[in-house]
């Protein structure tokens, strides 16, 4: 049995820290949509393709403290709907669950890519796992990865407030 107290401020945590998630990773996808237009539009080559962070702060140490924040994010998130009774076995629990594992991967890619570039076998922006693997260019994984994440944080809120909000009953998913 759940405390009485928190029991009363679960829901509203679970709310803000979901808006607040899609709100970080939204302005996150930009960035990546950003870098895009920076590479077909204007044909810079990818060292010089940097996005918003790129041009205040180095492109693979910005995007590794992004990426690792929204992991964190979304890790918080997953513990507060364990806890949380009306999200169990919910899908919205599973989507969650669902995109942290994809974010725990995007983990390791960058990882892989800071490891690279420490190491000098590469120039920056260096290739993780799955690009090198398949011959993708990086700024391609990674607006599929983050728009792919963002989406699914948008469909989550969606059904966050149709099914689990306040002023409705019953829950449907």
């Excluded at 929204?70 to 918080?76: A, E």
């Excluded at 969650?96 to 420490?118: A, N, P």
Aim: aromatic residues 16%.
């Amino acid at each position: 049995m759940y405390p009485y107290i928190l029991m009363k401020i679960l829901p509203k945590w679970v709310d803000n820290l979901l808006f607040f998630t899609v709100v970080y990773q939204g302005i996150h996808f930009v960035d990546h949509i950003i870098i895009i237009f920076q590479r077909t539009l204007f044909d810079l080559p990818s060292s010089r393709a940097t996005g918003i962070l790129g041009v205040f702060f180095d492109r693979n140490s910005a995007h590794l403290v992004v990426n690792l924040l929204l992991l964190y994010l979304l890790i918080g998130l997953s513990f507060l709907i364990i806890y949380d009774a009306k999200y169990k076995g919910s899908m919205i629990a599973n989507i969650i669950f669902v995109i942290t594992g994809i974010q725990l991967w995007h983990m390791m890619e960058h990882s892989v890519q800071t490891i690279r570039l420490i190491y000098g076998n590469c120039e920056a922006p260096c290739n993780g796992f799955v690009d090198t693997l398949l011959g993708i260019d990086e700024s391609w994984l990674h607006l599929f990865l983050n728009g792919f994440i963002f989406l699914s944080l948008v469909v989550v809120l969606i059904i966050q407030k149709k099914y689990y909000s306040k002023n409705t009953e019953k829950n449907y998913c």
